[in-house]
């Protein structure tokens, strides 16, 4: 079973500063995909950023950009000019490739303070 | 109105009581998935369906939990003889296909009280 694992329960930023969010995963296949979500107040969580196993080249989206390790397992996400419509709690996930509708797993959630 | 509504939004249950939450998913999404989030958790797998065949049904915490998709759209989730344990937030999400290219779209999720 793929596990999924987010070592940082609390982080904090200043406005317009960077900060990186941890994530880690376990898994014996080699292809699949990997996400961060955002889930605000508000409980909709909504996609982030994705990334394709296979593929070698990292994600980014606008000020949104991830430091994917295959060998490593690692899947970090990177939030640049960071505004305080970043604050929410984020999770990074982890979706098989190998299965017709398989679920996602997701990880234990990061809560994201932005300091004015 | 085109993404995913769930409702209720909020449900308070005395134990022992049943519920019902109910998943609108966005219009045309063959996949359907639910998830239970307890308190400062991930989301935890429960159940999927792709239009009305409920494929994986690993998830389901115990037999006194039941999902139905009869028509292949909209979506019940319902819990007898509540317990303690089965507050949370209940997501459900949808995708357009049935394979695993397609994103998850998520509704704002259900949350379940029992007392």
């Known amino acids: 079973a793929q596990t999924v694992t987010q070592s940082q329960p609390e982080m904090s930023v200043q406005e317009a500063e960077t900060v990186t969010l941890s994530c880690t995963y376990d898994?014996?296949?080699?292809?699949?995909?990997l996400f961060w979500y955002k889930q605000p107040p508000s409980r909709q969580m909504i996609l982030v950023i994705r990334?394709?196993?296979?593929?070698?080249q990292n994600a980014t989206e606008n000020r949104f950009s991830v430091n994917f390790q295959k060998a490593a397992k690692s899947f970090s996400l990177k939030i640049s000019d960071s505004q305080l419509g970043d604050a929410a709690m984020y999770f990074c996930?982890?979706?098989?490739?190998?299965?017709?509708?398989?679920?996602?797993?997701f990880g234990e959630g990061t809560q994201l303070t932005v300091n004015p | 109105g085109a993404g995913v509504s769930q409702s209720p939004r909020y449900k308070v249950a005395k134990r022992g009581q049943d519920v019902a939450l109910r998943c609108d998913p966005i219009?045309?999404?063959?996949?359907l998935f639910w998830y239970q989030q307890a308190l400062g958790q991930g989301p935890e797998f429960l159940t999927y369906?792709?239009?009305?065949?409920?494929?994986?049904k690993s998830g389901l915490p115990s037999d006194r939990f039941f999902a139905e998709r009869p028509e292949g759209s909209v979506s019940t989730l319902k819990i007898q003889r509540t317990q303690q344990e089965d507050s949370a937030v209940y997501l459900c999400?949808?995708?357009?296909?049935?394979?695993?290219?397609?994103?998850?779209?998520f509704g704002p999720g259900t949350r379940l009280t029992v007392t």
């Open positions: 999400a949808s995708s357009q296909g049935g394979t695993t290219y397609y994103e998850q779209y």
């Open positions: 898994t014996s296949e080699s292809d699949y995909y």
């Open positions: 990334q394709e196993a296979y593929k070698q």
């Open positions: 996930a982890y979706r098989s490739s190998e299965t017709s509708g398989s679920r996602l797993t």
């Open positions: 219009s045309g999404h063959v996949s």
């Open positions: 369906f792709q239009n009305e065949a409920q494929l994986d």
